[in-house]
């Protein structure tokens, strides 16, 4: 939790503590391994982030496709996992984010003023 309030407290800016990059920064500290290491330095803003996630064909495709290609593995939700939310959680693409499990049944989003709270991701992986 500690590294969670540390990375998601931080203000919001589009490609370095958005949504997606600062669940996969609290991923990176807590494993070693940035999911989102193919996309770093890709846009800077929420046009930006629109068109990375449409060239991936959506969300659900872009989060399986780094998850892949950062060898994770398919997940049930255990503490430090990272996932994706429901539609409807975030005002950007799609209403989705990157999660980062805090515990079973709880998973912290990045928000414009710092993180809430979630009780589920809608899919998840691991280490």
Known sequence: MAVVDDVMSEPWVWGATDCCASAC??????????????VRGSYNTAMGAVRLIQSWGGMVAMAEGLAAASDLSASDG????????????????????LLICIQPGAWAGKAVDGFVILPNAERCWRV
């Open 78 to 97: 255990a503490t430090g996992d990272i996932g994706l939310s429901a539609p409807g959680f975030a005002e950007g693409p799609e209403g989705r984010a």
């Open 25 to 38: 920064d609290v991923f990176a500290r807590l494993h070693g391994i940035d999911p989102m290491q193919a």
